[in-house]
């Protein structure tokens, strides 16, 4: 067991302000409360609570045992982890602030949760509590943040033998194809809706290249909340597939054949107010911070991968020529540089995309590293190499390295640096490393097909 640090304080929900929403939640019909975390493995793990009981929850939490945080991938255990211990418990609440309907017609709202020791303090392992407390040191230093997630996936058919056995597409068409939308018309409308109700804003939904592949654009909000919406918005999405009875997978890599699924992360900083990544005099409106931002980021960003990247399969999507971005390098609109600057125009600030980036990353984490390392990046500015235009893999490897091609490769990155050790801190970046090194035990022994099998229509597994 390691050396748990102590928790952070946390504060009191208000009883009559938690008694006045939750009369207001069952005004509208909502009965139900899913409060959900996602574990170091990049897992939603949920409890379920009458909405009646709201305002002791919100104040008690509802039990989860730490061994959480040691499920891996596909759910199993790995007693090697030092958190695989049958002992402990912590209490997860929700955070009523960011409290929404999931799927009003069955009376069930969501809420994130934050785990609690039973001292009272928020968990020092909690990932969310990390994301939350890198914003606020953002935020302390005068800098803010917008992001959002792109999220795409695919829908198949049901497997007789399940999806390690095939994988079928569910719709026809071609990539971006308007017949696809047409074919898939019913789905993406019931998606839309289904969106709209949970009250998650969105910007664009449309067929990816991939067969049976689909995107969702969510719309930028602060990143714990950007975060949140990207939790919600996969649980819609699996509620709404399962409705129309096929399976929707968010693994890297489905098949072999076909183009991955990433996870897209948007992000937009200001110092002061003052835009970064626009409006400057430097390449494509970039102001000096915004280019020591993107050194800083740059530099991280192989330290990064494991919490961008969590699934052994993330490193068989990331290969040239699939718009996965794996390369260390930074551009222009440059779908196959892992930092794509998107300039200034239509309304929308200039803002970098994390392209590397796939779904089986912990949305908290992932969050928290990346503003922690922008933090880093701005108080120790590095000069930035110029933009790379054009394909990554034409050019020498000295101008355009690749990034870790294993689970294993990236994880040496990780433990290796000191920036994201001082901003994860000891505990929580060592728990974070097992749980990587846990996935890279269980597929050591697979083949590509078979860890590809393995994790198919992720997060579903046989468990
Ligand atoms: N599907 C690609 C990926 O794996 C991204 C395609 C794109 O949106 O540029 O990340
Ligand atoms: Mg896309």
Redesign the pocket.
């Known amino acids: 067991m390691p050396d748990l640090p102590p928790p952070i304080a946390s504060r009191d929900v208000a009883d009559d302000e938690a008694a006045l929403q939750m009369a207001e939640l069952l005004e509208r019909g909502l009965r139900r409360l899913a409060i959900t975390f996602v574990n170091h493995a990049g897992s939603v793990l949920v409890k379920g609570v009458p909405l009646e009981r709201l305002v002791l929850v919100a104040n008690q939490g509802v039990g989860f045992s730490p061994v959480a945080d040691a499920f891996g991938a596909t759910g199993l255990i790995d007693p090697q982890q030092s958190l695989a211990r049958p002992d402990g418990d912590l209490r997860l609440k929700p955070d009523l602030t960011a409290l929404r309907p999931l799927d009003p017609a069955s009376g069930w709202a969501w809420a994130p949760g934050v785990r609690h020791d039973r001292s009272g303090g928020i968990n020092a392992l909690d990932q969310r509590g990390f994301c939350a407390r890198q914003q606020a040191s953002f935020a302390a230093a005068g800098l803010s943040a917008l992001a959002g997630f ?1 999220i ?1 996936w695919m829908v198949g058919l049901p497997q007789p033998g399940g999806e390690a056995g095939g994988w079928t597409p569910a719709v026809m068409g071609g990539p971006y194809g308007a017949d696809r939308l047409v074919q898939g018309l019913d789905y993406l409308t019931a998606v839309a809706e289904a969106l709209d109700a949970a009250e998650l804003p969105w910007l664009q939904l449309h067929p ?3 067969a049976g ?1 689909f ?1 969702l654009s969510l719309a930028a909000a602060t990143p714990l909340e950007a975060a949140d919406r990207l939790v919600a918005a996969r649980l819609v999405i699996q509620q709404v597939s399962r409705r129309f009875g096929w399976i929707s997978s968010f693994a ?1 890599v489905v098949t072999s054949d076909l ?4 996870g ?1 992360l948007h992000l937009s900083v200001a110092d002061q107010g003052v835009p970064l990544l626009g409006g400057g005099p430097g390449t494509a409106g970039l102001t000096a911070r915004g280019e020591a931002l993107l050194a800083g980021l740059l530099e991280q960003l192989p330290a990064l991968m494991p919490l961008a990247c969590g699934l052994a399969v993330s490193y068989v ?1 990331l290969a040239p020529g ?4 794996p390369f260390q390098v930074w551009g222009v609109e440059n ?1 196959e540089a892992a930092l794509r600057l998107v300039p200034a125009g239509g309304g929308e600030p200039g803002h970098l995309e994390l ?1 590397v980036a ?1 779904l089986s990353a912990n949305p908290y984490l992932l969050m928290g590293a990346v503003l922690g390392v922008a933090q880093d990046a701005l108080r120790h500015p590095r000069v930035l190499r110029p933009p790379l235009s054009g394909d990554p893999a034409s050019v020498p490897p000295a101008e355009a390295p690749r990034l870790p091609k294993s689970l294993s490769e990236a994880l040496l990155a990780l433990e290796a640096s000191q920036v994201l050790r001082e901003v994860m801190g000891e505990v929580l970046l060592r728990t974070v490393a097992e749980s990587r090194q846990a996935e890279v035990r269980r597929s050591e022994a697979l083949s590509d097909e078979d860890l590809i099998a393995s994790t198919r229509a992720w997060p579903l597994t046989g468990l």
């Open positions: 792109e795409e990816e290249y991939g592949q995107e890297p183009v991955g699924n990433g897209h999507r699939r718009w996965a971005a779908r392209k796939d």
